[in-house]
């Protein structure tokens, strides 16, 4: 790798003052990336390389983003003249990274008004963009999971797309730094709820307040980092002071274990379904979209419903962005 970064610095080099690189020298091309960093870590990964990549190569702004249904997070970016900043939201089809991942495009566009894909994306209406560069980032399944990209409101010069190689190499070194660093957190998410079970209802056995606590900040920061979503429904029970006073607090810890059951089958594995407290309970669909949240609170409403269990519900889906 460090042998390509200098092939491809000598090359800049020797281009002359012209150049898009000459604008922007670097003492040491790829050293700089790999040395003053824990590569294992994907966050810190991200920041070098990008600001890297504003050194070596130029442009206004940089960006490594997640791509889930057709919402584009921005996770990190070095912007100069944007104003973009990281948790904020687009939409993957106006972009140019959609086109260049359907092949509609090439990979570095250094004037994208001359790409058809480019000029008439609706996102080149919305920002003022003349040249292009993206790369995919992939998961270990091969799946998209965002890409590696950045545009300037400057046509840049042509020798620019000699760096596809050196992209495609960070690219990669990126990806499977998020590979591993997944495996590892979804480890690290399956002993936090071990570790919560200790926290847990004695009624129901589902995680108390203090556990759900817990394991909130932790899928708060997963949303984060990754650029995950979630949805939290919160479920009220309608009918257990009525129960406990009618027929006792016996027939009432029944009632509560009813809903417990039935919330627990109308959520999915992965799903986190606590009791608050008294008759509150909450549900988080772990990375979930809005229409996946709005699907699980029809679920639960249905399945509540169907064991004769009266209750208020009310939902919130949060992204990146948001706590």
Same mark, same amino acid.
């Given at each position: 790798?460090?042998?390509?970064?200098?092939?491809?610095?000598?090359?800049?080099?020797?281009?002359?003052?012209?150049?898009?690189a000459?604008?922007?020298?670097?003492?040491?091309?790829?050293?700089?990336?790999?040395?003053?960093?824990?590569?294992?870590?994907?966050?810190?990964?991200?920041?070098?390389?990008?600001?890297?990549?504003?050194?070596?190569?130029?442009?206004?702004?940089?960006?490594?983003?997640?791509?889930?249904?057709?919402?584009?997070?921005?996770?990190?970016?070095?912007?100069?003249?944007?104003?973009?900043?990281?948790?904020?939201?687009?939409?993957?089809?106006?972009?140019f990274?959609?086109?260049?991942?359907?092949?509609?495009?090439?990979?570095?566009?250094?004037?994208?008004?001359?790409? %058809? @894909?480019?000029?008439?994306?609706?996102? #080149?209406?919305?920002?003022? &963009?003349? /040249?292009?560069? +993206?790369?995919?980032?992939?998961?270990?399944?091969?799946?998209?999971?965002?890409?590696?990209?950045?545009?300037?409101?400057?046509?840049q010069?042509?020798?620019?797309?000699?760096?596809?190689?050196?992209?495609?190499?960070?690219?990669?070194?990126?990806?499977?730094?998020?590979?591993?660093?997944?495996?590892?957190?979804?480890?690290?998410?399956?002993?936090?709820?071990?570790?919560?079970?200790a926290?847990?209802?004695?009624l129901?056995?589902?995680?108390?307040?203090?556990?759900?606590?817990?394991?909130?900040?932790?899928?708060?920061?997963r949303?984060?980092?990754?650029?995950?979503?979630?949805?939290?429904?919160?479920?009220?029970l309608?009918?257990?002071?009525?129960?406990?006073?009618?027929?006792?607090?016996?027939?009432?810890?029944?009632?509560?274990?009813? %809903? @417990?059951?039935?919330?627990?089958?109308? #959520?999915?594995?992965?799903? &986190?379904? /606590?009791?608050? +407290?008294?008759?509150?309970f909450?549900?988080?669909?772990?990375?979930?979209?809005?229409?996946?949240?709005?699907?699980?609170?029809?679920?639960?409403?249905?399945?509540?419903h169907?064991?004769?269990?009266?209750?208020?519900?009310?939902?919130?889906?949060?992204?990146?962005?948001?706590?």
């Amino acid at each position: 790798m460090a042998s390509l970064a200098r092939r491809a610095h000598l090359k800049h080099a020797n281009a002359g003052s012209g150049s898009g690189a000459a604008m922007f020298p670097l003492r040491r091309p790829l050293e700089i990336f790999t040395s003053e960093q824990n590569m294992s870590d994907f966050e810190d990964a991200a920041r070098e390389a990008l600001a890297f990549l504003r050194r070596r190569l130029g442009f206004d702004l940089w960006m490594i983003t997640r791509t889930e249904n057709d919402d584009w997070t921005v996770l990190h970016c070095e912007d100069q003249s944007y104003d973009v900043h990281p948790g904020q939201l687009f939409s993957w089809s106006d972009s140019f990274c959609s086109e260049m991942v359907k092949g509609n495009g090439p990979r570095i566009a250094p004037d994208s008004e001359l790409v %058809a @894909a480019y000029s008439s994306a609706p996102i #080149s209406k919305k920002l003022p &963009i003349r /040249a292009y560069i +993206g790369v995919p980032l992939l998961l270990s399944d091969g799946s998209l999971f965002g890409t590696l990209c950045a545009v300037d409101p400057k046509p840049q010069p042509v020798n620019i797309q000699e760096d596809q190689e050196l992209m495609e190499m960070i690219g990669m070194m990126l990806s499977k730094i998020l590979q591993m660093e997944l495996k590892a957190d979804n480890e690290s998410s399956r002993a936090e709820r071990f570790e919560a079970q200790a926290l847990s209802d004695a009624l129901t056995g589902l995680y108390n307040r203090a556990g759900w606590e817990q394991l909130v900040a932790s899928e708060d920061g997963r949303n984060r980092r990754y650029g995950k979503s979630s949805a939290v429904v919160v479920i009220d029970l309608d009918d257990l002071k009525l129960v406990n006073d009618s027929n006792g607090h016996a027939a009432g810890d029944e009632l509560i274990r009813c %809903a @417990a059951d039935t919330l627990t089958q109308a #959520s999915r594995t992965d799903d &986190i379904v /606590a009791r608050l +407290g008294g008759d509150e309970f909450a549900i988080i669909g772990v990375n979930c979209d809005k229409a996946g949240g709005e699907a699980l609170r029809e679920r639960v409403t249905q399945a509540l419903h169907q064991s004769g269990v009266r209750a208020s519900l009310g939902m919130a889906w949060l992204t990146p962005g948001t706590t």
